[in-house]
């Protein structure tokens, strides 16, 4: 396909209808039409009742009417289908294929399901004859079926096709939006947010787009999401009302979001009773402010029925918490977990409390120990409906950090993992940097030591009880969605791990491929997969090239964390300090000499992690401090690494951006557009990192590059 055909292939690509009244059309990410249309040319019989079923058959009429096929919704007799999709506890149809499917359904169910029920949200999917049949126990398990379908094309009626049993690994996955109501002065309307405004605020007020969160929600239910936090953690005056007296605004949507079998989850302030409720204080062990949270939140269900529960910041950056009434945070979960109780909700607590002013002169102070200080002691103490959410990184969401040892040291908590999709650390949907290789690594990590269990494990859950997997959404008023096209495959990504945590990105990524650059409104699919995967599947690590090294983190520029600043926070309050001086670089937080912290790990990372001989070189300035000539097990003194990953990142960008211009003209062109200019600002910054690191190192170490090239 050429440039003169684009506009057949924004027919094929793109929605009939701007979402967004005369605005923009907004990018159907990775359901455009094209999608569809494997489902759409069938014939297809739904049989079951509910509101998702409603939603299913809503999705199958839209792509049959789109091409071709025919659907109908029980009772119906006497037709041949293609398609079944069929809840198990609905009544005989009189349709010998329709049977013979469902019968094929269970046998598959009793095959492969090994005892186990396909719970609320699983399907089975097999073939009897020339029919394909999708039987779930629950309406939600229907949807993610249908969905499954999509994701297959033609493969789901290939008449070889095995059967294939589906469940969630874990219960909630969840997605926070770090939306602000009314824009803050320096964070804006989206703290973090790099995809412009919100989708569901604008300027104090509800946006009242609800046709978009629809949009939204389809895009969430069709990756396996399940749960939405709708404001930020950080949760000032306005955002508090929500819990209260704009309630209205949060029910409106969660009735749009329930359509996909999405639940709504509210920031709140600890401080609501004496913010709110006019109490004199937040003291959770108050009896009043007890009974304040108990009808506050009944009040909640009364309108929200399936509201999910709440998600808290305390006694962090500012935000209040139980710390001010002498509590601690167990006290504090505690009280929010036992108003919700009775309707069935959680309280997500965060784990990320440190002291974010700290002396920059004090080296005792690791900020990186904080979480587990805080937290470890109060394993067991948490009720049962209490999530402790803790970000993947004891510090924050690097591009390249040890994983929490909070994820192994509390074994009676219900632990859930905290992913970032939002850039904030990792080009901010400027640059390519595909996550899902980083959070693969995140996952199959084994705290315990090889072979044992992993952080996959531990937010499974013994029985899917562990508190699951979250992440900071990167979506916004974008048409693209997320700024960077290329970024939505983050998105995509998460949803698919949180399913199943055990999955390959690799894999997942081109899932994404096929569903977004539909190989059927594709001139040269194999071309487009290809450079997809080229310049994708690396980029997180080209990024980790480019940026700080081994594991050092930060070095970015304060307040927006966009670009190169070597010492932008080397002498602030925030406990992020790489200690460079003349000999040379790093954080001591070994036992012998350091803050200790490589103490917080069970014993073979602790032992692993403290010795720079035996530490992994891509963590080693994490965990050490080390000499410019300390040679790691890659064979390269610290410096020259730093020099040679330096030129290495640029250079693999400059590819990656001659790669995108093979795809000109071959895919939607404004998606081909705004690639092609992201990747010139990765470029430049990209080259803007370089210079700046190996600049400050070589003026640090006077150390030249062994191979001589420009450094400034
Ligand atoms: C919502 C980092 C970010 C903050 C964010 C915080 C958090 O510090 O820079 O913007 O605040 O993490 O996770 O709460």
């Known amino acids: 396909m050429n440039a003169e055909e684009s506009v057949d292939l924004e027919q094929l690509m793109f929605v009939d209808e701007p979402m967004d009244g005369d605005g923009p059309r907004v990018h159907p990410a990775w359901l455009p039409p094209e999608a569809f249309r494997s489902l759409g040319a069938r014939r297809v019989l739904l049989h079951g009742e509910g509101l998702l079923v409603d939603t299913v058959l809503d999705e199958v009429s839209r792509a049959c009417a789109r091409y071709g096929g025919l659907?109908?919704?029980?009772?119906?007799?006497?037709?041949?289908?293609?398609?079944?999709?069929?809840?198990?506890?609905?009544?005989?149809?009189?349709?010998?294929?329709?049977?013979?499917?469902?019968?094929?359904?269970?046998?598959?169910?009793?095959?492969?399901?090994?005892?186990?029920?396909?719970?609320?949200?699983?399907?089975?999917?097999?073939?009897?004859?020339?029919?394909t049949v999708v039987l779930a126990d629950a309406p939600a398990g229907l949807l993610y079926g249908l969905f499954h379908v999509v994701r297959l094309c033609a493969a789901a009626f290939d008449p070889a096709r095995p059967p294939e049993w589906h469940r969630p690994a874990l219960r909630r996955r969840m997605l926070n939006h770090w939306d602000n109501v009314a824009v803050h002065p320096v964070m804006g309307q989206v703290e973090r947010g790099y995809a412009g405004g919100s989708i569901f605020w604008r300027d104090g007020r509800s946006r009242g787009d609800l046709d978009r969160v629809r949009e939204y929600a389809r895009l969430l239910a069709s990756c396996g999401v399940n749960a939405i936090s709708v404001n930020n953690v950080n949760v000032a005056r306005t955002e508090a009302l929500l819990l209260t007296?704009?309630?209205?605004?949060?029910?409106?949507?969660?009735?749009?979001?329930?359509?996909?079998?999405?639940?709504?989850?509210?920031?709140?302030?600890?401080?609501?009773?004496?913010?709110?409720?006019?109490?004199?204080?937040?003291?959770?062990?108050?009896?009043?402010?007890?009974?304040?949270?108990?009808?506050?939140?009944?009040?909640?269900?009364?309108?929200i029925p399936d509201f999910g529960g709440y998600l808290v910041k305390a006694d962090s950056e500012g935000q209040p918490g139980p710390f001010t009434y002498g509590r601690d945070h167990a006290d504090g979960a505690n009280l929010l977990a036992e108003a919700l109780a009775p309707h069935g909700g959680v309280v997500h607590w965060r784990a990320f409390v440190y002291n974010h002013h700290q002396d920059w002169r004090d080296r005792s102070t690791d900020r990186?120990?904080?979480?587990?200080?805080?937290?470890?002691?109060?394993?067991?103490?948490?009720?049962?409906?209490?999530?402790?959410?803790?970000?993947?990184?004891?510090?924050?969401?690097?591009?390249?950090?040890?994983?929490?040892?909070?994820?192994?040291?509390?074994?009676?908590?219900?632990?859930?993992?905290?992913?970032?999709?939002?850039?904030?650390?990792?080009?901010?949907?400027?640059?390519?940097?595909?996550?899902?290789?980083?959070?693969?690594?995140?996952?199959?990590?084994?705290?315990?030591?090889?072979?044992?269990?992993?952080?996959?494990?531990?937010?499974?859950?013994?029985?899917?009880?562990?508190g699951g997997m979250v992440a900071v959404a990167n979506v916004g008023d974008d048409p693209f969605w997320t700024g960077h096209p290329l970024a939505q495959a983050n998105l995509y990504t998460f949803g698919r791990l949180a399913w199943d945590p055990r999955r390959d990105p690799t894999a997942i990524l081109d899932e994404w491929i096929t569903l977004t650059f539909p190989p059927s409104a594709t001139a040269d699919a194999e071309l487009v997969r290809r450079t997809l995967h080229e310049i994708m599947d690396d980029s997180w690590r080209t990024y980790e090239r480019y940026t700080a090294p081994l594991g050092v983190g930060f070095m970015v520029n304060p307040g927006d964390h966009y670009g190169p600043g070597v010492d932008g926070y080397e002498y602030t309050r925030w406990g992020t300090y790489h200690f460079a001086d003349r000999d040379g670089?790093?954080?001591?937080?070994?036992?012998?000499?350091?803050?200790?912290?490589?103490?917080?790990?069970?014993?073979?990372?602790?032992?692993?992690?403290?010795?720079?001989?035996?530490?992994?070189?891509?963590?080693?300035?994490?965990?050490?401090?080390?000499?410019?000539?300390?040679?790691?097990?890659?064979g390269s003194t610290v410096i020259q690494h730093i020099y040679d990953t330096h030129f290495a990142g640029v250079e693999e960008v400059t590819a990656m951006r001659r790669r995108w211009q093979r795809l000109n003209g071959m895919i939607d062109p404004s998606v081909y557009e705004r690639v092609a200019e992201r990747l010139e600002e990765q470029v430049r910054c990209a080259t803007e990192w370089r210079d700046q690191i190996n600049t400050y190192f070589f003026r640090k170490s006077g150390v030249p590059d062994e191979r001589g090239r420009d450094i400034y």
């Open 585 to 634: 670089v790093g954080v001591d937080r070994s036992r012998a000499s350091g803050t200790g912290f490589t103490g917080q790990y069970p014993p073979y990372w602790a032992q692993v992690y403290e010795s720079p001989e035996s530490c992994p070189d891509e963590l080693l300035l994490f965990f050490h401090h080390v000499p410019y000539g300390h040679v790691l097990h890659s």
């Open 368 to 466: 990186a120990r904080a979480a587990y200080d805080h937290f470890a002691p109060l394993d067991g103490r948490f009720r049962t409906n209490v999530v402790v959410q803790v970000k993947f990184g004891p510090v924050d969401f690097q591009t390249r950090e040890p994983i929490s040892p909070v994820l192994a040291a509390m074994p009676a908590t219900r632990l859930a993992v905290e992913l970032q999709v939002t850039q904030e650390y990792t080009g901010q949907q400027r640059h390519v940097c595909h996550l899902g290789p980083w959070w693969s690594e995140v996952l199959s990590f084994a705290p315990w030591g090889p072979g044992g269990r992993t952080i996959a494990d531990v937010v499974t859950g013994e029985a899917g009880a562990g």
């Open 71 to 131: 659907v109908w919704h029980s009772p119906s007799w006497d037709v041949d289908v293609d398609l079944v999709l069929a809840l198990r506890d609905a009544a005989e149809l009189p349709n010998p294929s329709v049977e013979a499917a469902r019968a094929a359904g269970e046998a598959a169910l009793v095959e492969l399901g090994d005892g186990e029920t396909l719970g609320d949200e699983g399907f089975v999917l097999a073939r009897a004859g020339d029919v």
């Open 245 to 303: 007296e704009r309630l209205g605004d949060v029910a409106e949507i969660a009735d749009v979001l329930r359509r996909y079998g999405i639940r709504v989850h509210l920031s709140v302030s600890f401080a609501a009773p004496v913010l709110l409720g006019g109490l004199s204080t937040a003291d959770p062990l108050d009896e009043n402010v007890r009974v304040w949270w108990a009808a506050t939140t009944r009040r909640v269900y009364e309108r």
